[in-house]
């Protein structure tokens, strides 16, 4: 969180106000160094506490940009895990960069570190992350479940605008079918019926698919 908590906040800030709401302009600068002294213990206590009690049956993994940056590329690499029940909850925060396999091994170890014994059963995230990479060493036993919003903003981008709606129905009945079987017959479909005028979209989505349809080896209602 160095990335926000390293930010010299002025009273009446627009950032200040966007944390402490409308009363933040009348908060002096002394004031305002006591609280961010106060969120940085608050963030160190939060990241450094015990998960040697938690078990999480699936991870979300992403890098979120922040116009608060001194580096272009850094940006906050965010873990967001769901145990057994259902319940969600976040579990690691810190700056990084995106596409390195070194900023997100750091963040894994950092998970092992706090007491997170068991793996989860799969790990979701985007295809250009490095995390796939910090994965493969920190948790082999896990499965990779391609990001679908991600996937699909991919195929999109490499259509015409005419095109896209189409596509995108194609490729939602893929992920929103009821069963593994149909939902390979839609991916099949939609390569088979796109492939011949758009193949480079059309390679873009068959290159992943084992990974983009492993969530139907786990129960629905995680």
Same mark, same amino acid.
């Given at each position: 969180m160095a990335i926000c908590l390293s930010v010299r906040f002025k009273p009446g800030s627009e950032t200040l106000k966007h944390l402490l709401g409308p009363d933040a302009p009348g908060l002096s600068p002394a004031t305002i160094s006591r609280l961010k002294q106060q969120w940085e213990q608050d963030y160190r206590d939060w990241s450094r506490r015990d998960l040697s009690n938690k078990r999480y049956v699936y991870v979300w993994a992403d890098g979120v940009y922040s116009t608060v940056r001194m580096d272009d590329r850094l940006c906050l690499l965010a873990i967001i895990g769901s145990d057994e029940t259902g319940r969600k909850e976040l579990l690691a925060l810190s700056d990084g960069y995106r596409e390195s396999e070194a900023s997100w091994t750091e963040v894994l170890m950092g998970l092992q570190q706090r007491g997170l014994k068991d793996p989860p059963k799969l790990a979701i995230g985007d295809g250009a992350l490095g995390f796939w990479k910090a994965v493969a060493k920190c948790w082999p036993q896990t499965d990779p479940q391609r990001c679908w919003v991600h996937k699909t903003a991919n195929v999109l981008e490499k259509l015409p605008k005419t095109m896209q709606p189409k596509v995108?129905? +194609? %490729? =939602?009945?893929?992920? @929103? /079918?009821?069963? !593994?079987? @149909? /939902? #390979? /017959? +839609?991916? =099949?479909?939609?390569?088979? !019926?796109?492939? $011949? &005028? #758009? $193949?480079? +979209? *059309? +390679?873009? %989505?068959? &290159? =992943?698919?084992?990974? *983009? %349809? /492993?969530? #139907? =080896?786990?129960p629905a209602e995680n």
């Open positions: 995108k129905e +194609a %490729l =939602d009945n893929i992920w @929103q /079918a009821e069963t !593994r079987e @149909q /939902a #390979y /017959a +839609a991916f =099949d479909h939609c390569i088979e !019926r796109f492939s $011949p &005028k #758009y $193949p480079e +979209a *059309m +390679a873009c %989505l068959a &290159k =992943d698919k084992g990974s *983009m %349809l /492993a969530f #139907y =080896d786990y």
